[in-house]
């Protein structure tokens, strides 16, 4: 076996691999939550629509998106691995609990990462698989923008009957028209279930944990620790990453469930 071999293979190559796609995983998080926030727009969906045209369809986002479903799969099965193997290495409790300066987030991330896989594959579902119509049975509706392009204001946004459309912009006598598979539409419809508002909002609660003890400890195993960064890293983790982020997607479906 090759040292590279040995190195992925031993508890150390696999806890980096967990630090490397997680690290990942977090850069992609923001882009997400980014993009999301166009749901808060009061525009009948337009341009919530737009980007998600965008992020299936352009080649370089799909390649990322490859990756990105890889990540999660190679993320949860070394999880497993490593939670298996700690328990396999220690099978008997201690008679006494030793006291430790573990993070109740550090000692519950197998159970955090159970509850965000779970959550990826509803969400992936009932919105990733609808939307691009696999089994031929999609909700997804097509829907028809109109806006003034003097003035930047929309003229009007109507339901499409049921047939065959495909994305498309096009301009004549100043007014821009867009057809757009209606993706709103079904995140507005799942958003005004009360259990999946819940759902959804214990999802982030678990991101937030899952995140505040895996930010930091990513760059731990990867070894980028410095006196003069740590801190930095710590402060990024709890509050952008623990906070902020998991909180913008939290207010998605709550604003929608109580508004919309």
Known sequence: MSEFKQTFNSSLGKK???????????????????????????????AFNAYAHFMTHFP???????????????????????????????PVAYAAQPKSPASWSSKNMGMLGSILLLFIVIHMKDFWFNYHDFAGNSTVGY???????????????????????????????????MVAKDLNATVAIAFKQWWYVAFYVLAMVAV????????QSAFQTLGWTHRK?????????????????????ALMPVIYFFSR
């Open 229 to 249: 960064y740590s801190p930095v890293v710590k402060f990024i983790g709890t509050w952008f990453f623990a906070v902020i982020i998991p909180v913008g997607f």
């Open 208 to 215: 937030s944990f899952h995140l505040l003890h895996g930010f």
């Open 60 to 90: 370089p986002i799909k390649v990322v998106s490859y990756l990105l479903y890889l990540s999660i799969v190679i993320h949860s099965v070394y999880a497993l691995i490593l939670t298996v193997s700690n328990r396999k290495a220690r």
């Open 16 to 46: 980096l691999i967990m630090a490397l796609t997680g690290l990942f995983l977090c850069t992609f998080i923001i882009v997400h939550l980014s993009g999301n926030l166009s749901l808060f727009k009061h525009d009948n969906g337009q």
């Open 143 to 177: 829907k028809e923008y109109k806006t003034d392009l003097k003035t930047g204001e929309q003229i009007s946004a109507v339901d499409l009957p049921a047939g065959d459309y495909e994305y498309s912009v096009s301009t004549e006598n100043g007014v821009e028209t």
